[in-house]
């Protein structure tokens, strides 16, 4: 997907290496860990310790504006759902989402909801969706003045997101109470690593996250590289005297652990490992190590010692149901090389071998969904009370599951992954997403679980 989007603004990427023959330096705005500090930091314990026995994650993907528009969607339908359907009430099921983890374009969508609430009903079109940023960063690349200056094109990116989205909100600003949790995903380009803008991996930087700008999370979890630079934190070490972070020191007596999630998570280990040699740390775009958003969600839930244990922790009243939505914007390749004879282009191999790479990742990353959340509801179910696990994905393919389906499939397939859709796309999408989640069977039987309890 990553390399899609490289190819539809190749005139672009030319502009922009013409325009990096000398050398941009990261602008730096984290701050040093203050032990001392009467905020609350924007931490795994910000999840609500809510009195529902419904439990709802939601985890948007990477895909530019597309992904944004699908993920609204989704969001849109859940807030027009009651918790309880026979007696409608003020709560909606959006209301009960306790965590939202994202990446790259499904980042903006996230941050927005964390940062004004339902808001993003009445704002979030005009501020982003409908907003052509691809061409205002063009525009402002083109600038000579821009061309002998000591930054690169994010900074250019993160002023505009500033300026129409987030208005210089920081991860304080983000903590409001009645908020679910919002992870925002990046890649630490040095270590190959997927990294969240959580308190808990600030720590590991030596870093205080709620003085950090929304707009430049947002940035890094979407900054495709060779199109942008990464954006650059400094790390601190002689600002914090604690030896491993405590989430660290869980997974050294963990039982039953997912191996895969503990070893992403041990991978860490490396930023105190080599604390004193990492002075800056380069994030980019996080949907290089997990496009679907989903990897987050596993690793809090190991961190925190397990599902029993971020229960009694973290999710308060006892689970009856617990609800993982994936959303999706991924596409695949329609194109038939096998009855041509001529050889495919460049742009097509790329093309074709990264939605290749991309499918047999986000299987695998499904997989561990899918065992971790049928392990975590064996965990904290009781004879009393019987946990229900439901897995929704939220994909593309799913229209071409029935002939009708198809047609609208080939032109959603089509819509591009930048930055820049027409109001038609936009409200495609969104339309697009809230009849994927409310047709779904895996959410259908959520519903007809959830009034049978109520009947």
């Not at 939601?58 to 859940?78: D, I, K, N, P, Q």
């Not at 339902?118 to 690349?141: G, P, V």
């Amino acid at each position: 997907m990553l390399i899609r989007y490289m190819l539809k603004f190749s005139g672009f990427i030319i502009v922009a290496l013409f325009v990096s023959s000398c050398a941009s330096y990261g602008v730096i705005e984290n701050e040093p860990l203050n032990q001392n500090a009467s905020h609350q930091s924007y931490s795994i314990k910000k999840i609500r310790n809510d009195e529902t026995d419904v439990k709802i994650i939601l985890a948007f993907s990477g895909g530019g504006t597309r992904a944004a528009a699908l993920a609204y969607g989704v969001m849109e339908a859940l807030h027009e759902i009651s918790v309880d359907q026979d007696e409608p009430s003020a709560r909606s099921l959006l209301d009960e989402v306790q965590v939202i983890s994202s990446v790259s374009g499904g980042s903006f969508t996230s941050a927005y909801y964390g940062l004004y609430g339902n808001r993003i009903f009445e704002d979030f079109k005009t501020d982003f969706l409908l907003r052509d940023i691809d061409s205002e960063i063009i525009f402002n690349a083109m600038n000579p003045l821009f061309w002998f200056g000591s930054t690169g094109r994010t900074e250019l990116a993160v002023d505009i997101y500033e300026k129409y989205i987030f208005h210089g909100k920081t991860f304080a600003d983000m903590n409001r109470p009645d908020a679910p949790l919002i992870i925002i995903n990046a890649t630490d380009l040095g270590n190959g690593i997927r990294f969240s803008f959580l308190q808990e991996y600030f720590n590991l930087l030596c870093s205080d996250l709620s003085t950090f700008p929304v707009a430049r999370a947002v940035a890094a979890s979407s900054a495709v590289p060779v199109l942008f630079n990464p954006i650059v934190v400094e790390t601190y070490p002689e600002s914090c005297k604690q030896n491993d972070p405590a989430f660290l020191e869980i997974l050294k007596y963990r039982d039953r652990a997912n191996d895969q999630v503990v070893e992403a998570l041990k991978e860490l280990q490396i930023y105190i490992d080599k604390k004193s040699e990492t002075q800056y740390v380069h994030f980019v775009d996080g949907g290089i190590t997990d496009n679907l958003g989903l990897r987050a969600g596993l690793e809090i839930i190991e961190a925190s010692g397990g599902a029993k244990s971020a229960q009694l922790n973290l999710l308060g009243k006892a689970a009856r149901q617990i609800m993982v939505i994936s959303v999706d914007a991924s596409t695949k390749s329609v194109e038939n090389m096998n009855d041509k004879r001529i050889q495919p282009s460049v742009g097509e191999v790329i093309s074709v071998a990264t939605d290749v790479q991309l499918l047999l990742y986000n299987r695998a990353t499904y997989d561990l969904m899918e065992t971790g959340l049928d392990k975590w509801a064996k965990e904290i179910s009781t004879p009393q009370n019987q946990v229900t696990p439901y897995f929704v994905k939220v994909e593309f393919k799913s229209l071409q599951k029935n002939i009708s389906g198809i047609p609208k499939f080939l032109k959603i397939n089509r819509i591009p992954t930048n930055f820049s859709l027409t109001e038609d796309q936009v409200e495609k999408l969104i339309q697009t997403g809230r009849e994927l989640l409310l047709e779904n069977p895996e959410f259908k039987r959520f519903l007809e679980d959830r009034a049978d309890k109520f009947s």
